[in-house]
């Protein structure tokens, strides 16, 4: 593995560590600034408005100065925005404002790390298989935070002491490292935004994301608050659906040559609606077998899916496409978290938070079924 996929993995790693952080720190912050549930999703909210509006104008940035330069200048503007959250967080005005601007910043990583995978890995048949060795940052976020949850309600403000560590040493080893990417020219990368077969991959996408960081961000504490389950047996919860997602990315190359990739995207979304549902009338140790498995169904359409996007635009173009990709399907990403919370708040109830999740899944079957027809 060469050191550029390895500062990818890292660098999406902290992005990720980031924003899902807040699904676990949320609790005693919500406590010190009096939040409801609302303002609890629209923290999250912020991040992703950040994260929609700047995702094309990073893609377009990295075709033309390269990944490692985008990288570099990300994690450094990074640093003090988490410095100023550990130092002085008495605001909710000013949490709002500092996540904002965090996805503005960080929407630059995901798709340099997806160029250095273009760049390094393409024309291999193998090309899912790195795409899904760099996405499973996430599942191992969530491993991570599992492991942590507890510890996070004493300790909370030390996360962003640790984000300004991690995105310090990311911005200097990217300004050392060389990806060899070639500059590509802003019109010929934005041609790709036009074609269908993208726009439809992207409304995929959004239903992916829809489902799966609505989940990721909500589940701790809507089984805390909302099934009243203990805070141990629900970070519990969280280290085996971490674990689910690990297992099912390890292993979606072997699938997608198995079954082929559309199919293995449209298996994990029934299978995501199927044990969401079940969750929903489940109890005790069935629980935590379910927790495993929606684990499994909540991100193994991920990388079929960018490997699809980025198969169609090719490797110059790779990082605008993802860029757009994220533009507009982080919009799932982006009003999830707030939905759910006002669907919380007005009815006070698990399941209909978990119906709402299955939205995204049911676009993204609809749309995959027309793209079907065009490939």
């Not at 500062?7 to 902290?14: P, R």
Request: proline share 3%; with cysteine.
């Amino acid at each position: 593995m060469n050191k550029n996929i390895i500062l990818g993995w890292f660098g999406t790693f902290l992005q990720l560590f980031l924003r899902l952080s807040w699904g676990v720190i949320s609790v005693p912050i919500a406590i010190l600034l009096h939040l409801n549930t609302v303002e609890i999703g629209f923290v999250a909210t912020s991040f992703y408005v950040g994260y929609v509006i700047s995702s094309i104008p990073w893609g377009l940035v990295i075709d033309k100065i390269g990944p490692n330069k985008t990288i570099t200048i990300s994690a450094l503007i990074l640093v003090p925005l988490n410095l100023l959250l550990f130092f002085s967080l008495n605001s909710y005005v000013l949490l709002v404002i500092v996540y904002l601007i965090d996805g503005i910043v960080a929407a630059a990583i995901f798709p340099s790390a997806m160029k250095i995978v273009a760049i390094s890995h393409s024309s291999e048949s193998k090309f899912t298989f790195y795409i899904a060795l760099v996405e499973s940052a996430a599942p191992i976020t969530i491993l991570v935070l599992s492991l942590i949850a507890t510890i996070l309600l004493h300790l909370w403000k030390f996360i962003y002491l640790l984000m300004a560590i991690g995105f310090l040493l990311l911005g200097i080893f990217s300004s050392k490292i060389n990806s060899n990417a070639t500059s590509t020219e802003i019109r010929r990368s934005l041609r790709i935004i036009f074609d269908k077969r993208i726009a439809l991959l992207t409304l995929i996408r959004l239903g992916e994301l829809w489902a799966t960081w609505g989940t990721t961000t909500w589940i701790f504490p809507m089984l805390v608050l909302y099934r009243d389950i203990s805070p141990s047996l629900s970070a519990l919860f969280l280290l085996l659906f971490g674990l689910g997602q690990l297992v099912g990315i390890i292993n979606v190359d072997k699938l997608v040559q198995l079954v082929g990739i559309v199919k293995v995207i449209l298996l994990t979304l029934i299978g995501f609606i199927i044990i969401s549902l079940m969750l929903t009338i489940s109890n005790g140790i069935l629980i935590l077998s379910e927790a495993f498995l929606l684990g499994i169904f909540s991100f193994l359409y991920r990388p079929p899916t960018d490997s699809l996007i980025m198969k169609i635009a090719g490797n110059n173009s790779a990082a605008t496409s993802i860029g757009y990709a994220n533009a507009v399907s982080q919009i799932g990403t982006m009003i999830a978290p707030t939905v759910i919370g006002l669907v919380l708040y007005l009815t006070k109830s698990f399941t209909f938070s978990m119906i709402t999740l299955d939205i995204g899944c049911v676009i993204s079957i609809i749309s995959l079924l027309v793209l079907e027809s065009w490939l």
